[in-house]
């Protein structure tokens, strides 16, 4: 076989035998090949050739003559030869080529190589878009009457059809999107002649049918979730915009109201009062679905509600749940309109609980308002279920400053001022206790972390901030904040309110039982009548909120001041203690200002050391009414000022060099009778003796010598005043005698020098078996000072009732002073002389009362050594206190028995 092809010669020697196998592949590989090669540079020459002719005719387009309809046809030949070899991304450039010219020309507006912008006709608004032989486009092409309509419509056909072949299909429905929303809007400009509706039929018709062809393009095609999920919500837009043609159609017509959310499909260069637009055209629509929705409204409703429940399945197989609710919302719209209130409310009360994790409250408001308005409507009771829809509502209202959602409303404040006294009437009217978590049209703030004391009675006075963000006044009874202290201690603040004004209210609120120390912010409540509107401010928010919500916020710190005038209670050891015995514990039970009518008190141990509380006794006093219970004994009128001890023994602590014991305290004053106040203390005592003893024994002849060691157990002085061995019964034959000088008093123990004693014992009855006992009376040089401090300060202060509120702040600052500064000690062993070096003066009420104590100090006691005290001396230095006191002046008497 011979081939002459352009000049090159082509053979092909073909053999094989006459009973060969003729079908042989590889007897024709040759011929294929040559065959092939012919077609390629046929093809390239003639491509070759083609884009020289276009080359030349785009460089002719400023000349006179030229003509776009003709270049697109010489251009659209070059993209057919491209799509005929399957090169579709080649051709595809070439229709974007050809498109982008076009836009070129319009913006020039050189459109005289075309028709009218549309000449409709008939089954334009019903024909399917994409379709490319519907009309012999190329012919009105090449005789210049195409209009701009068919033109545009041709050329997304094409591309369209292309991308098809690409296996594209979400670029499509875009593309499809664009076009009918622009060109649509394009249209509206020369609505009044056309047919009438053609604008929304055509959409209509037109975006369904995309819809249907892309998903039998579709068939056959591999997509990951990710294109499925886009495919399907590019087609629910689609859908979404036939649906906005028939709010536009149904409006028009009377069968939909013209409201949101049914005239939001308008756009916005159309016309917006309704009804049907006038036209010059005779011709009509041809879509059978429109025409038969136009004459029949249940034919209406029945198409709007199947295209909306498609385009709600689409979304929410994308996954876009915000556009698949929306729709859920027109549709409740839509039963508001039918009157089938019940179906309407339902929706938009279960909504709203969709949006709100999302943060969608434009969408959450108009819901809300929606459900407020059909609850109205319906005349259904103002009940639970309204009354947290309401407060749904303001939540979002405030959240989105939700002014453009209440379109139909002329005096928002006013109308959200109604809602509020109807909420108020609603929640008296309740049932049963409501509580609603976290609303924000009312905050609770602490602006300033500082408490203060109630002048007159027990409590402490805290300033809150309460901030209202809603343009009216808010009903209110109560405002309560809720601190949590160490070890789960808990204070409640409240105060009765009216109303909170829109703004910030500053407020005063009060707590009766307020145990000093640093609070933190844990919860806040206003109260409505029987609605609760809480705020937790201390815990961690929920899962569910947003990272950037969810960081940690610092605490809010409340600092409670003591109050030296409220009734407190301290512990102590007692002032005998006997080795052997059950051990006790003292309770200082004082009243401060108040005039307690009963008192309630409860100890217990966190180590699981447990207080008999039946068996507590009043120490020195017989005037008290005291009543011991199983798990706690009542002191019943106490009067104010006066301080009540009462011993309570206690199981075995002697594990424990100090305990710590919480105390409860129930108490009502004769000032409040109706007001019960509670007090959590913490207090730590020590539960084992300073004093460590060792005894030694030497016997001489009929005389026993014994040697008791005294050494301190802690870092702290001891001071002894005596130590004495006592027979435990009188027997004239036991003498005992004390190796000490009479001249020494006071014996200082520390922890680097004990003390040695010594006793010399004589039985004329030779040997004895009876036990002694050593007493030793003493106490710690702390204390000592500061009962030295204390009956200074006490002195001083009785001439002046105005200062008595600083005096335990003065008593601390003369205590810090001297645990600063230790040199004072060696001098008021020796001497008796005090020194309080250091007393920082400081500026204001506080420094000017201590530096008058001070004053009135000195001129006490210069006072007593011209009367001739004993041993007294007084010097003052700059910014410190001299003292030269009696060492044992009201001492207080601690004695140990030892068996």
């Known amino acids: 076989m011979l081939l002459l092809l352009a000049g090159r010669d082509r ?228 859908v979404e915009l036939a649906r906005h043609q028939l709010d536009i159609i149904g409006i028009s017509v009377g069968h939909l109201p013209n409201r949101p959310p049914f005239s939001m499909a308008f756009p916005s260069n159309s016309r917006r009062d309704g009804g049907t637009p006038a036209t010059s055209s005779t011709q009509r629509i041809s879509k059978s679905e429109i025409l038969m929705a136009l004459e029949d409204k249940n034919a209406f409703y029945k198409v709007y509600i199947g295209i909306t429940n498609r385009a709600i399945e689409l979304y929410a197989t994308a996954g876009r749940r915000k556009f698949a609710l929306k729709m859920h919302g027109d549709l409740a719209a839509l039963d508001v309109h039918r009157g089938r209130l019940s179906e309407a409310l339902q ?115 805290l300033e809150v901030q309460v901030t209202n963000a809603l343009p009216c006044d808010v009903p209110a009874d109560e405002v309560i904040i809720n601190l949590t202290g160490r070890d789960g201690a808990k204070l409640t603040f409240l105060e009765n309110v009216k109303s909170l004004k829109p703004g910030k209210n500053a407020i005063t609120l009060f707590c009766h039982s307020a145990t000093p120390g640093i609070y933190s912010l844990h919860s806040s409540q206003v109260r409505m009548s029987r609605l609760s509107l809480h705020w937790l401010h201390s815990s961690t928010p929920p899962p569910s909120s947003s990272s950037a919500s969810r960081s940690k916020k610092p605490p809010t710190l409340v600092s409670i001041p003591r109050d030296i005038r409220a009734l407190d209670v301290r512990l102590r050891q007692p002032r005998r203690m006997e080795l052997g015995t059950p051990a006790r514990i003292v309770v200082a039970f004082n009243t401060g200002r108040n005039h307690v009518t009963r008192a309630s008190v409860k100890l217990s141990a966190p180590s699981g050391v447990e207080f008999r509380h039946n068996e507590a006794t009043l120490i020195d006093s017989d005037n008290d009414a005291l009543e011991a219970g199983e798990d706690t004994f009542v002191l019943s009128d106490v009067e104010a000022d006066k301080t009540v001890y009462v011993s309570v023994p206690h199981s075995d602590a002697s594990a424990f060099h100090a305990m710590r014991v919480n105390i409860t305290v129930e108490y009502t004053t004769l000032v409040e009778p109706d007001v019960n106040r509670s007090l959590t203390l913490v207090r730590v005592v020590l539960t084992s003796l300073p004093l460590a003893i060792n005894v030694e024994d030497f016997f001489r002849g009929t005389r026993l010598f014994t040697r008791f060691t005294l050494s301190s157990t802690s870092h702290q002085h001891i001071r002894l005043k005596s130590t004495e061995l006592r027979a435990t019964r009188d027997d004239d034959g036991l003498k005992i005698a004390k190796a000490m000088p009479r001249s020494r008093t006071v014996t200082t123990i520390t922890p680097e020098q004990p003390g040695k004693f010594l006793f010399q014992l004589d039985s004329a009855r030779g040997q004895d078996r009876e036990p002694l006992k050593l007493h030793i009376i003493y106490r710690v040089l702390r204390e000592e000072v500061e009962s030295v401090i204390e009956s200074a300060v006490d002195s001083s202060l009785s001439e002046s009732v105005s200062l008595q509120q600083y005096r335990a702040e003065l008593i601390d600052t003369l205590v810090q002073a001297l645990e600063k500064d230790a040199s004072w000690v060696n001098r008021y062993e020796a001497t008796g002389e005090l020194i309080v070096p250091g007393i920082p003066v400081q500026d204001g009420e506080v420094g000017e009362a201590l530096a008058h104590l001070i004053e009135r100090i000195l001129r006490r006691i210069k006072s007593r050594l011209g009367n001739g005290a004993k041993s007294s001396f007084l010097w003052m230095f700059p910014k410190c206190i001299l003292l030269r006191l009696h060492a044992f002046v009201s001492f207080q008497i601690r004695s140990i028995r030892m068996l």
């Open 11 to 238: 053979c092909v020697e073909l053999v094989w035998a006459y009973d060969s196998d003729y079908e042989n592949p590889t007897a024709w590989a040759d011929l294929i090949g040559k065959l092939k090669d012919g077609i390629l540079c046929a093809f390239d020459a003639a491509v070759a050739q083609r884009e020289e002719e276009v080359k030349r005719s785009e460089g002719q387009r400023q000349m006179p003559g030229w003509n776009f309809c003709t270049f697109f046809i010489l251009k659209e030949s070059l993209a057919n030869s491209y799509e005929g070899m399957n090169l579709y991304e080649d051709a595809l450039d070439t229709y974007n080529e050809l498109e982008i010219l076009f836009f070129q020309v319009l913006r020039e507006k050189n459109l005289s190589w075309f028709g009218t912008l549309i000449n409709p006709a008939p089954k334009d608004d019903s024909l399917p878009l994409l379709s490319h032989s519907k009309k012999p486009y190329r012919d009105l092409i090449l005789a210049n009457t195409i209009s701009v309509f068919d033109f545009r419509t041709y050329l997304l056909a094409r591309q369209c059809s292309i991308l098809g072949y690409l296996g594209h299909v979400v670029e499509i429905a875009r593309k499809a999107v664009a076009f009918l929303s622009a060109f649509g809007r394009r249209l509206r400009d020369i609505e009044e002649i056309l047919p009438t509706h053609f604008i929304e039929s055509w959409t209509y018709s037109s975006a369904l049918s995309v819809v249907e062809q892309c998903d039998a393009w579709a068939t056959g095609l591999e997509m990951n979730k990710a294109t499925i999920a886009s495919f399907n919500a590019v087609k629910g837009e689609l």
């Open 347 to 461: 929706t938009f009360t279960s909504l709203p609980a969709h949006y709100a994790p999302h943060g969608w409250t434009s969408l959450e408001s108009y819901m809300l308002f929606q459900a407020l308005g059909i609850h109205t409507a319906a005349e259904k009771p103002r009940d639970r279920e309204w009354i947290f829809i309401l407060l749904d509502f303001l939540k979002a209202y405030v959240q989105d400053l939700g002014k453009e959602l209440l379109m139909n409303t002329e005096d928002h404040i006013e109308y959200v001022t109604s809602l509020v006294q109807a909420l108020h009437e609603a929640t008296q009217e309740a049932e049963s206790d409501l509580s609603h978590h976290d609303h924000p049209a009312i905050s609770v703030s602490v602006p300033n972390g500082q408490a203060r004391t109630a002048d007159n009675r027990d409590g402490a006075l």
